[in-house]
């Protein structure tokens, strides 16, 4: 039986990836922002989609229903979000940012932006190697 190497397991890699660039990103917002993760996603899906369901937050997001739950609650105390009914689904909330909530995602985006020009600069011309490569993976898992 052939022994199972961790640290050379695709899967296990990339896992590790994400979760150590998700928690070093997390010193661009957390510290100013004080967000946890969840709701730095949240946020940013609302940022991006302007008006979205939560079910759909976590679709795109890839986080559980209860992560997405938690993350709205919270944003939703500081006033950057607001709920409303869903025209089409009556047991559905449509979500969206505040004011305030688009002010500090306006904020934190440069920040963002400049960090993933820090990893891809670092990367150098391997960069779009490994943009082809995650784009095959997204094909192949059907992420979009």
């Given at each position: 039986?052939?022994?199972?190497?961790?640290?050379?397991?695709?899967?296990?890699r990339?896992n590790?990836?994400?979760?150590?660039?998700s928690?070093?990103f997390?010193?661009?917002?957390g510290?100013?922002?004080d967000?946890t993760?969840?709701?730095?996603?949240?946020?940013?899906?609302?940022?991006?989609s302007?008006?979205?369901?939560?079910?759909?937050?976590?679709?795109?997001?890839?986080?559980?229903?209860t992560?997405v739950?938690?993350?709205?609650?919270?944003l939703?105390?500081?006033?950057?979000?607001?709920?409303?009914?869903?025209?089409?689904?009556?047991?559905?909330?449509?979500?969206?940012?505040?004011?305030?909530?688009r002010?500090?995602?306006?904020?934190?985006?440069?920040?963002?932006?400049?960090?993933?020009?820090?990893i891809?600069d670092?990367?150098?011309?391997?960069?779009?190697?490994l943009?082809?490569?995650?784009?095959?993976?997204?094909?192949?898992?059907?992420?979009r």
């Amino acid at each position: 039986m052939a022994d199972l190497e961790l640290e050379t397991f695709l899967p296990y890699r990339l896992n590790r990836i994400a979760a150590a660039v998700s928690q070093d990103f997390r010193s661009v917002y957390g510290p100013h922002h004080d967000l946890t993760i969840p709701e730095w996603r949240v946020l940013a899906t609302l940022g991006q989609s302007e008006r979205i369901s939560a079910k759909e937050i976590g679709r795109h997001s890839s986080m559980h229903k209860t992560k997405v739950s938690r993350a709205v609650r919270a944003l939703e105390e500081r006033r950057w979000l607001t709920r409303r009914e869903s025209e089409e689904d009556r047991r559905e909330e449509i979500l969206s940012l505040t004011a305030q909530g688009r002010k500090v995602y306006k904020d934190i985006v440069p920040k963002a932006l400049a960090f993933e020009k820090q990893i891809l600069d670092r990367l150098g011309p391997e960069a779009e190697d490994l943009h082809a490569a995650l784009r095959q993976l997204e094909t192949i898992f059907k992420i979009r």
